[in-house]
């Protein structure tokens, strides 16, 4: 063992009391100190490396380098690794790693040279580093602008959305205030009040403007978090702000305007208005609103940041190419961007006006009328040669469109007051103006002994464009069939959005068989395929025909029974047509009675379940069954499981429906088993309403362990529509099932909008092709293509694929020869009692 006499006694205690680690080596890298705060860092005792190699103490990576390294310093005598500091990886015994801050000093010890290796434990701090670089990456992929304070509400780290959005980097903005920043318009006691709310640990919600670098506005949904201590004192704040300039924009210039039209006022202050709220928002332009007369000469509507003499000079100036910017865009209709006044044509009668003034730069964009009039023009002045920004495009964009609906009210006020009678979105009449026309129609109707069509019109599935492309998608959706709607339609018929997806038509002097015509012809243009968000969409709608005067006499009444006609349409075959009958009034009060009877059937276990064998192509092998819901009433017999389902989704049922069919389906198959039958699992069909439910998990595993089954003899069935479902708790739950082991089936794979979409994403072992495409595969080649691809897609993404409802040997034929395995059908076997099941296997299958 080396000796330590070279090292006075002082020194080594100093050493070895250190708070940091100390690890000195001698001329041959043997360790002849280690502290006891050594100890507690590596966790080695002194007596496991006095004496041994430093390299023990050498994370094993780098361990056979680390002699070279150290004698290749010695020699040189550059001493690279003395008095620096570095941070180094610890690998401790037992496998753990810290992280130290070393520093290594030589010590000359009466001829012997020594290095002391000094060690500052900063694990901790290096996570920290890590997790706010982790933290950095994650924060910096969004557009939004996030900001982190310190407890004196100074900047002290901003991400890149922050500096896409305002422009400042992050050495302008550190240890600056956010609103001495961004918003330096804030009072004091508002800031105060922030802070208060802030302190009291409840988080900030606000809608704000803030300035960017260039001095322009940026809205902003802000909200703001506090991070307390565990004393409860204010540490930090965590800000994120979302850009909202352009709807709020819009959102601010519409309301200001349209509010003024409401209260009557003169053309001159809601001009005055537009432009005063542009200069607010972008004080580096002036604006100013001129109108053309019907005899083509210019008026100042409204200049508020030129000069009167000015305006006046201008007032009466034709529309001509050199009557600068405004004159020349009022001419060609288009706009004119005049970039440098000082040599351009245009502005050759008015330049020594405008120079006068410090302007050097015009852009002028001309207000149209409806029908492609030229009212007036919107211009802005820059004191500066330059072409117009992003910002000010999107200002234009939004006056001039209130600019020109103002104009048109000065021309004929009753164009203003109809405004209130049409839908926003698509431009048809809304339900106010369809009453006030369609009884006008209905008079003279009346008057002529003449007949009027009414028609309800209601889209089908249109929740699952909204759901799955989002509400822009569905407003883009609504305004392509409103067009459709309205093109070719004659003068007198009337077009009208009510509400959300549903349309009404009133068609005079028409008669039922001229209304079947009609409708034959515009749902042949309403279903053509529509590009949607990159989408194709095939439209399908059910419509609803009420008769004047044989249906009604009041446009109310009517339009209540096309409804009603509208919704038996929908009810039966989705995309039909169907006329208003007597029968449909005897129809919806039955539809109360069935409803109470389906509550009383539930509530009194009055349904039942049915088995459909599901077979293995080739071996005519059970592979499993679906359970069926059946109701038998005792006055109306057998009720179609078509009209008592969608009725008990309606109605608030299909939960609690669900719940007894899966109880009922696992009570049943332990009864077969019981009995020696071997059915290997139990499909049961689920609602979306079923995964609303949170405890639906711990339901199935309290009824698997009721009646002794696993997780595997269970498949529950469900439909694009679940997976499409915004409940929050959907998504969720569906989760928590498929972790129970429970197999997942998407039922009527094909047939709806996303479902490719949501296969990637969710849990599902099996599909089952929709029985629509098995139905005309004999003869339908496009039948014959999408149960291909569904195959295919099924072989792809390693999941089973059931066929269902094969009615032929020829369907199961060209299904096999595709590459279908699993068959469901009443060619097979119809849905069978439970005491049939038995009789069934034994007869076509052998281990039955």
């Given amino acids: 063992m080396p000796n330590c006499t070279d090292l006075s006694q002082v020194f080594i205690q100093t050493l070895e009391q250190s708070v940091d680690s100390v690890v000195v080596i001698d001329s041959q890298n043997r360790i002849i100190l280690f502290n006891e705060a050594s100890e507690k860092l590596w966790g080695y005792g002194s007596d496991e490396v006095l004496g041994r190699n430093v390299e023990c103490l050498v994370p094993k990576p780098i361990r056979a380098q680390h002699d070279g390294y150290i004698e290749a310093n010695r020699r040189t005598g550059i001493n690279k690794i003395v008095g620096t500091s570095r941070d180094v990886l610890i690998e401790c015994k037992g496998g753990a790693r810290r992280w130290g801050s070393m520093s290594i000093s030589k010590i000359d010890a009466q001829g012997q040279m020594l290095y002391a290796a000094f060690i500052k434990d900063i694990t901790r701090q290096h996570e920290e580093q890590h997790r706010l670089y982790l933290l950095s990456l994650v924060v910096d992929t969004t557009e939004n602008a996030i900001f982190i304070t310190d407890a004196s509400w100074a900047i002290i780290y901003v991400n890149d959305g922050f500096t896409q959005m305002f422009g400042y980097s992050a050495q302008d903005v550190v240890n600056r205030t956010p609103i001495e920043v961004l918003a330096p318009y804030f009072k004091h006691s508002r800031i105060a009040a922030i802070r208060r709310q802030l302190a009291r640990n409840d988080a900030y919600h606000g809608q704000e403007f803030g300035y960017d670098r260039g001095g322009q506005r940026v809205w902003c949904n802000v909200t703001t978090y506090p991070v307390h201590d565990i004393h409860g004192h204010l540490t930090n704040t965590v800000s994120v702000l979302i850009d909202v300039t352009h709807t709020r924009m819009h959102e601010v210039l519409r309301h200001k305007m349209l509010e003024a039209m409401v209260r009557e006022e003169s053309l001159e202050t809601l001009m005055n208005l537009a432009c005063l709220e542009v200069q607010r928002i972008a004080p580096e332009v002036i604006a100013t609103v001129l109108r053309v007369d019907e005899k083509g000469l210019l008026h100042t509507l409204a200049a508020p940041g030129l000069p009167v003499a000015y305006s006046k000079a201008l007032d009466g100036t034709a529309v001509h190419p050199e009557s600068g910017s405004c004159g020349a865009a009022a001419f060609s209709g288009e706009s004119v961007m005049v970039s440098d006044i000082t040599s351009h044509p245009f502005w050759e009668g008015f330049r020594d ?307 007894w069919a899966l109880r009922e389906a696992c009570r049943q198959l332990a009864a077969w088993r019981k009995q020696g039958l071997r059915v290997p699992t139990v499909s049961v069909n689920m609602s979306p309403t079923n995964f609303h439910n949170r405890n639906l998990s711990k339901v199935i595993i309290r009824t698997l362990e009721e009646y002794g089954l696993q997780a595997s003899d269970l498949t529950l069935e469900i439909t694009e529509s679940v997976l499409m479902d915004t409940n929050p708790d959907t998504l969720t739950t569906i989760e928590e099932v498929h972790a129970l082991g429970i197999s997942l089936a998407m039922d009527d794979f094909g047939t709806g909008y996303s479902s490719l979409g949501y296969l990637r994403r969710m849990p599902i072992q099996e599909l089952k092709l929709d029985r629509s495409f098995v139905h005309d595969l004999e003869s339908d080649a496009t039948s014959q293509a999408l149960s291909e691809a569904v195959i295919r897609i099924g072989e792809s993404l390693h999941l089973r694929v059931v066929a269902e409802g094969i009615e032929t040997l020829a369907q199961q034929r060209i299904l096999q020869n595709q590459g279908y395995r699993i068959a469901q059908g009443f060619l097979i076997s119809k849905p069978l009692a439970p005491d049939d099941l038995s009789h069934w296997l034994e007869k076509h299958c052998a281990f039955g």
């Fill in 353 to 659: 006006l405008v120079i006068e003034l410090g302007l050097k730069a015009c852009w002028s964009t001309p207000i149209k009328s409806s029908d492609g009039r030229v009212l007036g023009t919107f211009a802005f002045y820059y004191r500066e040669s330059r072409e117009p920004s992003p910002l000010h495009s999107l200002l234009v964009n939004a006056c001039i469109h209130l600019c020109a609906l103002a104009l048109e009210r000065e021309e004929s006020r009753v164009h203003i007051r109809q405004l209130a009678f049409y839908d926003d979105l698509t431009g048809l009449a809304n339900r106010n103006l369809l009453h006030a026309r369609a009884e006008q129609a209905i008079a003279q109707a009346s008057r002529h002994q003449s007949s009027v069509a009414v028609v309800f019109i209601d889209l089908d599935r249109f929740k699952q464009v909204n759901d799955s492309l989002g509400h822009p998608a569905g407003d883009e959706f609504l305004r392509v069939i409103a067009h459709r709607l309205s093109d070719r339609r004659r003068e007198s018929d009337i077009v009208s959005r009510l509400s959300g997806d549903e349309f009404v038509l009133v068609l005079p002097q028409c008669t039922s068989v001229q209304a079947t015509d009609l409708i034959e012809q515009l749902r042949a243009r309403l279903s053509a395929p529509c590009q949607i968000s990159g989408v194709t969409l095939k439209p399908s709608m059910s419509f609803g025909v009420s008769m004047f005067p044989e249906d009604g006499r009041t446009m109310e009444l009517l339009l209540h029974r096309a409804d009603m006609a509208m919704y038996q349409a929908k009810t039966s075959v989705r995309g039909s047509v169907c006329f208003f009958s007597d029968g449909l009034d005897q129809l919806a009060q039955g539809r109360l009675r069935l409803e109470a009877a389906l509550r009383e059937a539930i509530d009194d276990e009055a349904l039942h379940l049915v088995y459909q064998p599901q077979i293995v192509l080739g071996e005519f092998e059970l592979y499993g069954i679906e359970a069926l819901a059946r109701w038998t009433h005792p006055q109306l017999g057998e009720v179609s499981p078509t009209c008592f389902i969608p009725l008990a989704e309606e109605c608030g049922l299909i939960g609690e429906f669900g719940l």
